[in-house]
């Protein structure tokens, strides 16, 4: 997909990969969504909030977590 940056909500280190992470919120410009590295990715869905625990079931990053609440809850 084609994005623009739009806010950086923070950066970990990811207590499963131990690979810092940045997350970022972006605005689709264009495109569509694909796995582009099987090596890093594994399949791409898109869910609805209540569905997330779903996928990641150990929780999303908090300030993450906190943004969809207020963007997709509001």
Avoid at 5 to 10: E, F, N
Avoid at 11 to 29: F, L, N
Avoid at 39 to 55: F, K, T
Wanted: glycine share 8%; net charge negative.
């Amino acid at each position: 997909m084609d994005v623009t940056a739009v806010k950086l909500l923070g950066e970990r280190v990811h207590p499963a990969t131990g690979r810092v992470v940045s997350y970022t919120v972006c605005e689709v410009m264009g495109g569509t969504a694909h796995v582009a590295d099987a090596e890093e990715v594994a399949e791409l869905a898109w869910v609805a909030h209540g569905e997330i625990l779903e996928y990641v079931p150990y929780g999303l990053f908090e300030p993450v977590q906190e943004y969809l609440d207020a963007a997709l809850l509001s």
